[in-house]
């Protein structure tokens, strides 16, 4: 990024190779159409492209990058007047399949568990645990990309933890 900052636009495809699929996986749980997704992707480019002289030199990309994309997904709902989705209306979808049909009815039934006890969670509770567990931020990443301090994704993601625990049962989020 540092490369890409400094005016070498040849950089741009290392910077998108690193970052692209990552951004795209965000993006997808919280748009319900593809379309939409893909455009917000590109948009966050954009962004990042146009913002490019102003990036701090040794600062991390990742949450640079997340950042602009959530302030994108927040926009976007903001527009639409519809809520950012907390999760895939189908979550089955991106379990692995089975060969046996009492896992893949086990599997479904343990996802939509899942997903209602994402949906249910505050936004600030839910993204935090999105962000560490669902994109594999660190602590710090998380932090930046919220705008709040270490301290503050922690206990967010420990309310997360508790809640879903709590509905679900610990064997399922432990594992």
């Known amino acids: 990024m540092e490369r890409y900052a400094a005016g070498d636009d040849t950089a741009f495809a290392v910077v998108y190779d690193a970052l692209a699929d990552r951004l795209h996986a965000y993006l997808r749980r919280h748009v319900r159409d593809l379309h939409g997704c893909d455009d917000l992707l590109q948009e966050t480019f954009l962004r990042m492209h146009k913002a490019r002289g102003t990036f701090v030199t040794g600062a991390a990309v990742l949450p640079w990058a997340f950042a602009i994309a959530r302030r994108l997904v927040v926009d976007r709902a903001r527009r639409d007047r ?3 989705a907390g999760v895939d209306d189908d979550p089955v979808t991106l379990l ?12 479904r039934e343990a996802a939509r568990r899942l997903a209602r006890a994402l949906a249910r969670l505050p936004e600030s509770q839910r993204t935090a ?4 567990k669902q994109d594999g931020l660190t602590l710090a990443e998380a932090a930046a990309v ?28 432990s594992g």
């Open 146 to 173: 919220l705008g709040v301090s270490v301290t503050a994704v922690k206990l967010r993601a420990h309310r997360a933890y508790e809640s879903i625990r709590a509905a679900l049962g610990h064997e399922m989020v």
């Open 96 to 107: 692995p399949a089975s060969d046996r049909p009492e896992h893949v009815v086990e599997a």
């Open 82 to 84: 519809l809520a950012p």
């Open 129 to 132: 645990f999105e962000l560490l």
